[in-house]
Antibody, heavy 122, light 106 residues
Framework: QVTLKESGPVLVKPTETLTLTCTVS??????????VSWVRQPPGKALEWLAH???????SYSTSLKSRLTISKDTSKSQVVLNMTNMDPVDTGTYYC??????????????WGQGTLVTVSS | DIQMTQSPSSLSASVGDRVTITCRAS??????LNWYQQKPGKAPELLIF???SLQSAVPSRFSGSGSGTHFTLTISSLQPEDFATYYC????????FGQGTKVEIK
């Protein structure tokens, strides 16, 4: 069974750096046909893609947030880490990690972690 | 970035109704389009990938179609458990989502 679980702080202060960890099970981060992505959702709003990383260490970032994001993986620990610098109250929301499945040039997100709610407030 | 526009933003429908949600891309994305369902307080779940392929275990009343810039998600006979918000997603880099369509009970 494939599962992903997010962990990290519930509350961060403005200007601080957020570090979120996604621990995966049921698949390997070395699998060439998979990757891991981070997606966030402000309360009551739409989904927003943040970043992803693949087995070959290829990374991609949201255009608007690229300067603030860093994604990395630790294959031995089955973990993917997202760092977001200079946090602001508008960054409050639920952060999801999700497995990316690849089929040729097609990719889709499944399954998703349960999400972790991050609040940015002083 | 490719912008995804869903319509309508919300709709009210009755059990048994046929429901169609549209997603338009700001430029051609071939068939690199997925659909997700999200229920309140829950993570999204994959319904359709590659525009028209039904994810395993998803009921056959869900179907997807389209290519290029115009896509649709159809629920052939709305069931009580289908009241949720639906998102389209294009997967050319960078990935982008539509703004969502909330399906409510009439």
């Amino acid at each position: 069974q494939v599962t992903l679980k997010e962990s990290g702080p519930v509350l961060v202060k403005p200007t601080e750096t957020l570090t979120l960890t996604c621990t995966v099970s049921g698949f390997s981060l070395t699998n060439a046909r998979t990757g891991v992505s981070w997606v966030r959702q402000p309360p009551g709003k739409a989904l927003e893609w943040l970043a992803h990383i693949f087995s070959n260490d290829e990374k991609s970032y949201s255009t608007s947030l690229k300067s603030r994001l860093t994604i990395s993986k630790d294959t031995s620990k089955s973990q993917v880490v997202l760092n977001m610098t200079n946090m602001d109250p508008v960054d409050t929301g639920t952060y999801y990690c999700v497995r990316i499945q690849l089929w040729g040039a097609y990719k889709w997100f499944d399954p998703w972690g349960q999400g972790t709610l991050v609040t940015v407030s002083s | 970035d490719i912008q995804m526009t869903q319509s309508p933003s919300s709709l009210s429908a009755s059990v048994g109704d046929r429901v169609t949600i549209t997603c338009r891309a700001s430029q051609s994305i071939s068939s690199y389009l997925n659909w997700y369902q999200q229920k309140p307080g829950k993570a999204p779940e994959l319904l359709i990938f590659a525009a028209s392929s039904l994810q395993s275990a998803v009921p056959s009343r869900f179907s997807g179609s389209g290519s290029g810039t115009h896509f649709t998600l159809t629920i052939s006979s709305l069931q009580p458990e289908d009241f949720a918000t639906y998102y389209c997603q294009q997967t050319n880099s960078p990935v982008t989502f539509g703004q969502g369509t909330k399906v409510e009970i009439k």
